[in-house]
């Protein structure tokens, strides 16, 4: 079982930037894709942004196009998300997750296709 552990996140004013970093507890672990979700106040846990592991291709909700970046260092198992142009909607519990398996399709925004989960990190946006 792949423990994922999330950090950077915090209280940041709007306009500022956070980079969130997710790695596995121990060593490293093959992967097809790695994403992140949120879930804001009263809200259902939200897809962010995804990347696949060999290809880098990267995938993003529209509301966080132009202002996050996935990205993910392959040696270490590491997946970031850099995130500029902070607004208070974006104020959340943020989770990285992973799919250890083969997927052929495009649509990497449904959390079923996810084998693991981290914790989260606050990330909290004033105005």
């Known amino acids: 079982q792949v423990q994922l552990v999330e950090s950077g996140g915090g209280l940041v004013q709007a306009g500022g930037s956070l980079r969130l970093s997710c790695a596995p507890s121990?060593?490293?672990?093959?992967?097809?894709?790695m994403a992140w979700f949120r879930r804001a106040p009263g809200k259902e846990r939200e897809f962010v942004a995804a990347?696949?592991?060999?290809?880098?291709?990267?995938y993003y909700v529209d509301s966080v196009k132009g202002r996050f970046t996935i990205s993910r260092d392959i040696p270490r198992s590491t997946v970031y998300l850099q995130m500029n142009s902070l607004k208070p909607e974006d104020t959340a519990v943020y989770y990285c997750?992973?799919?250890?398996?083969?997927?052929?399709?495009?649509?990497?925004?449904?959390?079923?296709?996810?084998?693991?989960w981290g914790q989260g990190t606050q990330v909290t946006v004033s105005s």
């Open positions: 997750a992973a799919r250890e398996g083969y997927y052929s399709g495009r649509a990497y925004y449904p959390s079923w296709l996810y084998d693991f």
């Open positions: 121990r060593g490293t672990f093959s992967t097809h894709a």
């Open positions: 990347i696949t592991w060999s290809a880098g291709n990267t």
